[in-house]
């Protein structure tokens, strides 16, 4: 397994890889499968689903809100189309989709064939799917949630919501924390333990760092919203007191468990999206990013500083002052690493050998500028008395909006038009590419910038509509035009994406020049990933292999989306070029004895062992499947269904456990 | 219907708005505002000149070979990044700790007290100390601070009347202190702010500062029990009140109305709106309201009650009488 470079019979040794790690495109293999690209793939496909449903409901609110006193929409369905918006866009699009990305690329930027847990990462995905449509077959009987995604007791308590409403809300998240709890774990094992020779913590791309980072966040915010469900639907369907001021329970207890995980969850709907900004900008920019090493721990540190701000949600709520005054410190506080990151990015580019202002360029820097926005609102907020007056308002819609399209919906942008051309083989369109982000760039100012002075002049949140003559009418009619731009945007780039598909020009391993190791293996890249374990000696592998290594074609910085240009390059693809760029030629891991990867050590990722990779397997499915089972059970109230649903449950986790010959392999060394 | 909802602005003197202050405490707030947008425009103008200008300067440029310039990451992350944000911040967080005390004014005598409770959807307002008990309406008189205990009978409600100071959140279980200083006479709207159920976007109520004398004529009126019928028309109106099922949820002090559901309405012609701010207070808007409140305000708990067209004549004549 590990030889002098002549040895090696490159094509032998694909042949064998494919015959390891294939799994049929028939209907069993693709519900069985566990290739960490395809999961990957089908959370970006997913989570973008769910964006668009978003959308749909976030545009059916502005065309109510478009006039004063309009009756497009009834109270009750206006308030469903926001919960379901706000819960939608932060729970199954802007979390699930920095998953799909970090799924992907994860272990090729690792230079690993897969996550570390195979088959936990297929059923973190059936259960991110399957407890979405959980929450939207609430829309069958008419009663979507409708609490608002914060869903404030004692308003969802059954007393004022007495229907399913809020149980979907509440049992579904529960079912998805699940799915992200699980997918953060394997993360986590993933980043530490399998990463290719040669790249020690220092060296690990700063997506890792931010991947990592969310995923501790997940593991450690998750469980304050799991004790905030259990309480709501022990108070609903059991009677019991937590949330309930007559007996001694208080409504301000599910605010703050609800806001302990919830700010975390903001900085885990961002820091991702932060990391794949730190990996496309140095590469626009022809340089390595400057302070990799502070934006690394700015990262770590937004983390850390984001489970102490929760109480900013509350500062309305009569707590007293040394409180709010520690929290708005804390606030304001949180803005320093993400200050220390956008001077890495404003240095990378004051200082950039050259400016490429391809389509995922053009994101990030409307990327900066709507962070720079969102961040500055953001410490207005952060001033105790001064969101006594915003908070509550459109002030806070627009600060919010402003962070979350910023900072998530841009890069994701960016992200899908510089990743891409990687998963499908085929690049975008670079002239598409710059309308759509013209035109949402566009969009999204109308429609939310407006939204700061409406909130100033006093219009409240999750209002169904509003009095005319308050000096608001035009502001919303604005922002309703906006959003018709806005969709316009997006609509353009779905646009973008099908033309890919069908008609892109095939994309090169490393179209844009960059230099991580999922460049290093061809787009798409072959299901193992790599046909021997890279070995790096830097944080830029691709580029310190440039030279020597990469054809004349690859010199050109970029490769051209026009198709009369791409013609030369086009057969370039495919080119088993990817394993000279990176290996430094002392040791070749080949790893060619079934399904296999590196296990490696966690600070100098020193080769330690040979992992063992599972199969495909039914399993995942059939648990996801069990518990879907088991949380409809408890949503119709059901003894019976509950019981069986549960030992269907235990018994899937046990077939999927059940040991076997194969179970326990002899353990190799490196 | 358009028409009834548009006489609402002509209830108020001006458009709500955080920073057109009418009293001290949301000038002091809007003075806040004023300097953290000041700093944000600041900082968002050199941050995108930093961006922006080696862009366009060195856009397409022609390829450079060689290492890439060494940058001062001191300088960047250092100063740029961490020092003089830290600077910033701290300003801005000496000038919050500044506008703190803007939410609790210390009265040179004993302060007005208000008491406000929120119903879904609706405020009811009582001055303990004056036996007033009203609805949707706060007066107060100019110059005084007064001081509103907020409460709340079902959900989370928030009270923000954004002309005169921030909100504080209405919490069942909870007793939270506001203050409200108006510095000059006027009508101002106010609103809730937290979301509470169907009909959050109408529970709003009027906020009326008057001179001292105004302000002790208006009380004196509403602590008044209603004025027994001056006419015979009233007198029926009176009756056919008292024999629908308005009483099983409203109070006409005076009378057998006492059911404590719904608003007080002894003084209800006196007010200036109807169905917590959704109306201007009117003859039209009333009878609107009372023949199907459902239409109007979606939800409400208000039902619509079956009357004859005389009955319901009546009874307007007769609500229209107790100023």
């Known amino acids: 397994m590990a030889g002098p470079v002549e040895r090696v019979d490159l094509a032998a040794l694909a042949t064998r890889l494919e015959e390891s790690w294939h799994t049929p495109k028939t209907l069993y293999g693709r519900l069985t499968t566990v290739d960490h690209k395809t999961i990957g793939m089908r959370y970006l496909a997913t989570a973008f689903v769910f964006l668009l449903l978003g959308g749909l409901q976030a545009g059916a609110m502005r065309a109510q809100l478009a006039r004063p006193e309009s009756h497009l929409l009834s109270p009750e369905a206006y308030d469903q189309l926001f919960s379901m918006h706000g819960t939608t866009m932060i729970f199954w699009y802007a979390s699930p989709v920095l998953s799909g990305f970090s799924n992907y690329l994860v272990p090729l930027m690792l230079g690993a064939r897969d996550m570390a847990f195979p088959r936990l990462n297929a059923f973190s995905y059936w259960t991110f799917l399957l407890s979405g449509l959980f929450i939207y077959s609430s829309a069958l009987g008419g009663v979507m949630p409708h609490g608002g995604w914060f869903a404030y007791v004692p308003y969802t308590n059954a007393q004022y919501s007495p229907q399913l409403n809020m149980d979907?809300?509440?049992?579904?998240?529960?079912?998805?924390?699940?799915?992200?709890?699980?997918?953060?774990?394997?993360?986590?094992?993933?980043?530490?333990?399998?990463?290719?020779?040669?790249?020690?913590?220092?060296?690990?791309?700063?997506?890792?760092?931010?991947?990592?980072?969310?995923?501790?966040?997940?593991?450690?915010?998750?469980?304050?919203?799991?004790?905030?469900?259990?309480?709501?639907?022990?108070?609903?369907?059991?009677?019991?007191?937590?949330?309930?001021?007559?007996?001694?329970?208080?409504?301000?207890?599910?605010?703050?468990?609800?806001?302990?995980?919830?700010?975390?969850?903001?900085?885990?709907?961002?820091?991702?999206?932060?990391?794949?900004?730190?990996?496309?900008?140095?590469?626009?920019?022809?340089?390595?990013?400057?302070?990799?090493?502070?934006?690394?721990?700015?990262?770590?540190?937004?983390?850390?500083?984001?489970?102490?701000?929760?109480?900013?949600?509350?500062?309305?709520?009569?707590?007293?002052?040394?409180?709010?005054?520690?929290?708005?410190?804390?606030?304001?506080?949180?803005?320093?690493?993400?200050?220390?990151?956008?001077?890495?990015?404003?240095?990378?580019?004051?200082?950039?050998?050259?400016?490429?202002?391809?389509?995922?360029?053009?994101?990030?820097?409307?990327?900066?500028?709507?962070?720079?926005?969102?961040?500055?609102?953001?410490?207005?907020?952060?001033?105790?008395?001064?969101?006594?007056?915003?908070?509550?308002?459109?002030?806070?819609?627009?600060?919010?909006?402003?962070?979350?399209?910023?900072?998530?919906?841009?890069?994701?942008?960016?992200?899908?038009?510089?990743?891409?051309?990687?998963?499908?083989?085929?690049?975008?369109?670079?002239?598409?590419?710059?309308?759509?982000?013209?035109?949402?760039?566009?969009?999204?100012?109308?429609?939310?910038?407006?939204?700061?002075?409406?909130?100033?002049?006093?219009?409240?949140?999750?209002?169904?509509?509003?009095?005319?003559?308050?000096?608001?009418?035009?502001?919303?009619?604005?922002?309703?035009?906006?959003?018709?731009?806005?969709?316009?945007?997006?609509?353009?780039?779905?646009?973008?994406?099908?033309?890919?598909?069908?008609?892109?020009?095939?994309?090169?391993?490393?179209?844009?020049?960059?230099?991580?190791?999922?460049?290093?293996?061809?787009?798409?890249?072959?299901?193992?990933?790599?046909?021997?374990?890279?070995?790096?000696?830097?944080?830029?592998?691709?580029?310190?292999?440039?030279?020597?290594?990469?054809?004349?074609?690859?010199?050109?910085?970029?490769?051209?989306?026009?198709?009369?240009?791409?013609?030369?390059?086009?057969?370039?693809?495919?080119?088993?070029?990817?394993?000279?760029?990176?290996?430094?030629?002392?040791?070749?891991?080949?790893?060619?004895?079934?399904?296999?990867?590196?296990?490696?050590?966690?600070?100098?990722?020193?080769?330690?062992?040979?992992?063992?990779?599972?199969?495909?397997?039914?399993?995942?499915?059939?648990?996801?499947?069990?518990?879907?089972?088991?949380?409809?059970?408890?949503?119709?109230?059901?003894?019976?269904?509950?019981?069986?649903?549960?030992?269907?449950?235990?018994?899937?986790?046990?077939?999927?456990?059940?040991?076997?010959?194969?179970t326990f392999p002899p353990r190799r060394a490196a | 219907m358009t028409m009834s909802f548009a006489q609402l602005r002509a209830v108020y003197d001006r458009a709500p708005s955080a920073f057109d202050a009418t009293g001290p405490q949301a000038a002091r707030l809007a003075t806040l505002g004023w300097t953290m947008i000041a700093i944000a425009t600041v900082v968002f103008l050199v941050v995108m000149a930093l961006l922006l200008v080696p862009v366009w300067r060195r856009r397409n440029a022609p390829r450079v070979d060689g290492p890439a310039e060494p940058v001062s990451e001191r300088a960047w992350i250092l100063y740029g990044g961490t020092a003089i944000p830290a600077l910033i911040l701290a300003g801005v967080f000496i000038v919050t700790l500044g506008a703190y005390d803007s939410a609790a004014p210390r009265p040179n005598g004993p302060p007005v007290t208000i008491e406000v409770i929120g119903h879904q959807w609706w405020w009811e307002v009582r001055y303990p100390g004056q036996h007033v008990l009203t609805a949707n309406e706060i007066h107060l008189p100019v110059g005084r601070p007064v001081k509103v205990l907020l409460r709340s009978e079902d959900v989370i409600h928030s009270f923000w009347v954004p002309n005169l100071a921030g909100k504080t959140d209405a919490i069942p279980g909870v007793t939270n202190v506001a203050w409200l200083e108006a510095d000059r006479p006027g009508v101002w709207r106010g609103t809730c702010a937290e979301y509470c159920g169907m009909q959050h976007a109408h529970m709003a109520l009027s906020v009326v500062a008057q001179d001292d004398a105004a302000f002790a004529r208006w009380t004196d009126s509403e602590r008044a029990v209603s004025a027994p019928p001056a006419d015979s028309g009233t007198l029926e109106g009176e009756q056919a009140f008292l024999q629908a099922q308005c009483v099983y949820c409203h109070t006409v002090r005076g009378t057998l109305a006492q059911g404590t559901v719904g608003p007080d309405l002894t003084h209800l012609a006196s007010r200036l709106t109807l169905a917590s701010g959704t109306l201007a207070n009117n003859r039209g808007n009333l009878m609107g309201w009372i023949v199907n409140p459902d239409r109007l305000k979606p939800g409400t708990k208000m039902p619509a009650v079956p009357l004859s067209g005389p009955q319901l004549v009546a009874i307007v004549n007769y609500l229209e009488s107790l100023k």
């Open chain 1, 168 to 662: 979907f809300y509440a049992l579904a998240l529960l079912f998805l924390t699940i799915s992200s709890t699980a997918g953060a774990i394997n993360f986590i094992v993933t980043i530490f333990k399998t990463r290719c020779p040669g790249m020690s913590v220092s060296r690990m791309p700063l997506f890792m760092w931010s991947t990592l980072t969310t995923s501790v966040s997940m593991v450690f915010a998750m469980p304050a919203l799991t004790a905030a469900l259990i309480f709501l639907e022990l108070d609903r369907r059991f009677g019991t007191h937590f949330y309930d001021p007559v007996r001694g329970g208080t409504p301000l207890l599910w605010q703050h468990l609800f806001w302990v995980f919830g700010h975390p969850w903001v900085y885990i709907v961002i820091l991702p999206a932060t990391g794949m900004a730190s990996m496309i900008i140095p590469t626009f920019c022809r340089r390595p990013i400057v302070g990799h090493v502070y934006v690394a721990l700015a990262t770590v540190s937004t983390g850390i500083f984001g489970f102490g701000v929760w109480a900013h949600h509350m500062f309305a709520t009569g707590m007293p002052a040394l409180s709010t005054a520690f929290f708005s410190a804390a606030s304001m506080g949180v803005s320093i690493p993400s200050g220390i990151q956008i001077f890495a990015w404003l240095a990378t580019i004051w200082a950039a050998r050259r400016h490429v202002l391809a389509t995922p360029m053009l994101f990030m820097l409307g990327f900066i500028c709507l962070f720079v926005i969102g961040g500055v609102s953001g410490v207005m907020t952060a001033s105790v008395p001064f969101d006594w007056q915003a908070t509550d308002t459109y002030f806070v819609v627009a600060h919010l909006h402003y962070v979350l399209i910023g900072i998530n919906l841009f890069p994701v942008l960016a992200g899908f038009y510089f990743w891409l051309p990687k998963m499908t083989g085929r690049m975008l369109s670079e002239r598409l590419g710059k309308w759509n982000f013209w035109v949402l760039f566009i969009g999204v100012n109308l429609t939310f910038f407006p939204m700061h002075v409406v909130g100033l002049r006093g219009m409240p949140r999750r209002v169904y509509t509003y009095p005319a003559g308050m000096g608001w009418d035009w502001l919303n009619l604005v922002e309703s035009v906006g959003a018709v731009v806005t969709v316009v945007g997006i609509a353009l780039f779905v646009v973008n994406v099908l033309w890919s598909l069908k008609r892109g020009v095939p994309a090169r391993a490393n179209p844009w020049g960059a230099a991580t190791l999922e460049w290093a293996t061809s787009s798409p890249p072959p299901e193992y990933n790599f046909t021997v374990i890279p070995t790096v000696s830097g944080r830029e592998p691709l580029w310190e292999a440039h030279d020597a290594l990469l054809g004349p074609a690859d010199q050109e910085d970029v490769q051209a989306t026009d198709p009369a240009r791409a013609v030369g390059h086009a057969t370039l693809h495919g080119a088993p070029r990817h394993e000279g760029a990176v290996v430094r030629l002392q040791e070749w891991r080949v790893l060619d004895e079934g399904k296999e990867t590196l296990e490696s050590t966690l600070l100098d990722a020193d080769p330690q062992a040979v992992l063992r990779m599972p199969g495909d397997s039914l399993w995942p499915l059939v648990l996801s499947l069990a518990l879907t089972g088991l949380f409809a059970a408890l949503l119709f109230k059901s003894p019976l269904w509950t019981a069986l649903a549960g030992v269907a449950t235990l018994g899937s986790i046990a077939g999927w456990l059940w040991p076997t010959a194969a």
